[in-house]
């Protein structure tokens, strides 16, 4: 069976996507398996990357990419010869970059010394302009090439977990720490554009985030407010929403979500 071993971010050749592929390899300049790379000749160039490969299981997959790439548009690619892009394209067609939030470099100063992980990168694709039937194409697709499960509460929140390649055929039974990031799905209802997620473990509590980003800058989910910070970022990408989900510090661990055994035992494997 085809194995998806690589999720990839790509950003179109320009000025604005260096500088936010700068920022974002400086937020995450104290994760551990956090690699940025630049291309040969002027930094910049078609080529810069940051991979982020999952530090446990030894071998798992699939990594997660950032990449300057010859694309008119951001896009999700998948080594599986499957991509994802931004509803409305980058021609000014889709909806517009969110008003509120924070720049970018704001952000990374901000949070400077305060990102310890990244539980999750994933893309809300919107209901409007995806029908079930791709929709549920898509999330197939993804599922035969990876180890995919259930969010356990019912949501259309599939998420793909890093795995070896045994696990990829007999399915994941080692519950461990650092089986990250994920890669989410989410088919949203009220989204009217593309939005691109990204979960990070921080060292801050709910209290310290919430002054570090009140609101219009930062807000919650329902739901989820006991668990992150919600910060959406500027950017110039027509149709492309951004944002950063904040997660509060966690003393007590690791829980059964940070080693995957809740969405393994109870949301099930989809295949």
Do not use: K
């Not at 390649?165 to 088919?187: K, Q, T």
């Not at 959406?232 to 966690?250: E, Q």
């Amino acid at each position: 069976m085809d194995r998806l071993t690589e999720i990839a971010f790509l950003l179109p050749e320009s000025p604005e996507s260096h500088a936010f592929l700068s920022e974002l390899s400086a937020l995450l300049a104290e994760v551990a398996y956090a690699d940025h790379t630049r291309s040969a000749g002027t930094a910049g160039g078609p080529g810069d990357r940051l991979t982020l490969t999952p530090p446990r299981p030894v071998g798992a997959r699939p990594v997660t990419a950032f990449q300057l790439a010859d694309v008119p548009a951001p896009v999700i690619a998948l080594d599986t010869g499957r991509s994802i892009a931004v509803h409305g394209g980058g021609d000014g067609g889709g909806q517009p970059a969110p008003a509120g939030g924070v720049e970018m470099a704001d952000l990374t100063r901000r949070l400077a010394g305060h990102v310890r992980g990244i539980d999750h990168t994933g893309v809300n694709v919107p209901a409007r302009t995806t029908s079930p039937e791709q929709w549920h194409d898509l999330v197939g697709a993804l599922a035969s090439a990876s180890t995919m499960y259930r969010y356990p509460t019912g949501e259309d929140w599939p998420f793909v977990l890093p795995s070896t390649s045994d696990e990829l055929l007999g399915g994941i039974r080692d519950f461990v720490a650092g089986r990250e990031p994920r890669f989410e799905l989410v088919h949203d209802e009220w989204l009217t554009g593309t939005q691109w997620q990204f979960a990070l473990w921080t060292d801050l509590t709910r209290a310290e985030l919430e002054a570090l980003f009140p609101e219009p800058e930062g807000g919650t989910l329902p739901g989820l407010e006991e668990i992150f910070r919600v910060v959406p970022v500027r950017h110039p990408w027509p149709g492309l929403g951004i944002r950063f989900d904040l997660c509060y510090r966690i003393d007590d661990g690791p829980s059964d979500w940070e080693t995957g055994e809740w969405l393994v035992t109870e949301g099930g494997r989809i295949r």
